[in-house]
């Protein structure tokens, strides 16, 4: 399982605008994705609702998981948005 951990670059954390900003990306990518609190159950990365439910903090370690191909490359441009607080997802490399 590839996974990447995080800190959350956006102030307001993964809600409203910043959630709907990763949910759009994680979709983008065409991998299913996690995402979780450390020590906390997983939720669909691409599930708003879950993504909510989850309320991580701006400055909170979130991890991003998958074991799908092409894992890798999809949770290194994720974990640049979040870690940057970007406005879209990183062209890839």
Do not use: Y
């Amino acid at each position: 399982m590839a996974e990447r951990r995080v800190t959350i670059g956006w102030a307001e954390g993964l809600h409203a605008r910043p959630a709907s900003v990763f949910v759009r990306a994680v979709t983008a990518t065409g991998v299913p994705i996690t995402i979780a609190k450390p020590g906390g159950n997983p939720v669909n990365a691409a599930s708003m609702l879950g993504l909510l439910a989850l309320g991580a903090q701006g400055g909170e370690e979130v991890i991003l998981a998958s074991e799908a191909p092409g894992a890798d490359e999809a949770l290194d441009r994720l974990a640049k948005l979040v870690s940057e607080g970007l406005d879209e997802l990183p062209a890839a490399a």
